[in-house]
């Protein structure tokens, strides 16, 4: 007697899936270049509690031609005024609410203060 057990048919093995082609791994890709924004906005921190006073970010990346609008997010007055003589600029004592905008034609770095507080300093980063 033959064994009973029924052969199962032999179903031909699909041949292994070739994987899809994909895009180049992560790094053969070249870089994306990281340009800086063009527009850019500095809002201030007022944490009297632990009277820690400061620009949020305190440094910012800015492309050359580029615009930053300090904004007064508090709630006291504060003004902007640069440190760096080669990108000078200077606001007024700017309410809550009041905006600042400049204009940065220099690549560099340009330090910046609130003179109303202490330790308000930030930075701008022109590329
Ligand atoms: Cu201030």
Request: net charge negative.
């Amino acid at each position: 007697m033959p064994p009973t057990s029924t052969p199962v048919p032999a179903t031909p093995t699909p041949p292994p899936a070739r994987p899809e082609p994909t895009a180049a791994p992560e790094s053969t890709k070249p870089a994306p270049a990281l340009k800086p924004a063009a527009h850019v906005r500095v809002g201030v921190v007022e944490d009297k509690a632990n009277d820690r006073w400061g620009f949020r970010p305190p440094v910012v990346e800015v492309a050359v031609g580029g615009t930053v609008v300090f904004v007064n997010d508090g709630t006291e007055e504060h003004n902007f005024l640069s440190l760096t003589l080669e990108q000078q600029f200077g606001s007024s004592n700017t309410p809550p609410g009041g905006t600042f905008s400049i204009t940065l034609r220099l690549a560099g770095n340009v330090r910046f203060i609130c003179d109303l507080h202490p330790n308000m300093e930030g930075e701008i980063r022109v590329r």
